[in-house]
């Protein structure tokens, strides 16, 4: 029992998301300042690890840490334009994507990460200019995850993807912490 705990805690070391039943101004700013902040608080932490330290894991079976900013930087363009369709079109149906898969093509797997740090540069500083434009109305907008047959509201998923940010710099730390000794 003590084991599986153990792995449920290494896969998600800040634990699950937890929406607030009501969700604050204050909420949405500390989550927007999460999304604002996480590019260089990852480029800040990962930019000067060597090949050998970016294929450290962050728990048995996990992803390594090339992966784990590969990945955000994928999650991150597919969040950003689910929320540019959600703004745009009434209550879209989105697209989901298979992200272990992603994650074992060649450029989710590459040691290079520099691309994938300047796309969540990119991509965070345009999603943070939208999210900040937010009125009452915007953050009510929604889409729908056709995998969970769920809509979902705009100020619930900027709450997500702080978490998001916050879940896999956590596996970065692991990693480092552990030096991928998994």
């Not at 989550?31 to 608080?41: A, G, L, R, V």
């Not at 999650?75 to 994507?97: C, G, M, Q, V, W």
Request: charged share 25%; net charge negative.
């Amino acid at each position: 029992m003590e084991n599986t705990q153990n792995l449920e805690t290494l896969k998600f070391p800040i634990g699950h998301f937890t929406k607030p039943d009501l969700i604050s101004e204050k909420d949405i700013k500390n989550w927007i300042e999460t999304i604002e902040m996480f590019p260089s608080k990852l480029k800040n932490t990962v930019s000067n690890l060597s090949a050998e330290e970016l294929n450290w894991k962050y728990r048995p079976e996990g992803w390594k840490i090339k992966q784990v900013i590969h990945h955000c930087a994928d999650s991150h363009i597919n969040s950003f334009i689910r929320f540019k369709l959600a703004l745009t079109e009434d209550n879209p149906t989105i697209k989901p994507y298979d992200e272990s898969k992603w994650a074992e093509l060649i450029d989710g797997n590459c040691d290079d990460i520099s691309s994938s740090l300047l796309i969540l540069e990119g991509v965070h500083t345009r999603w943070t200019m939208l999210l900040k434009s937010f009125d009452t109305s915007d953050l009510a907008k929604t889409f729908i995850h056709p995998e969970s047959k769920k809509t979902y509201k705009l100020k619930e998923i900027i709450g997500l993807y702080a978490w998001h940010c916050n879940h896999h710099f956590a596996h970065i730390e692991q990693a480092l912490m552990h030096k991928g000794k998994f």
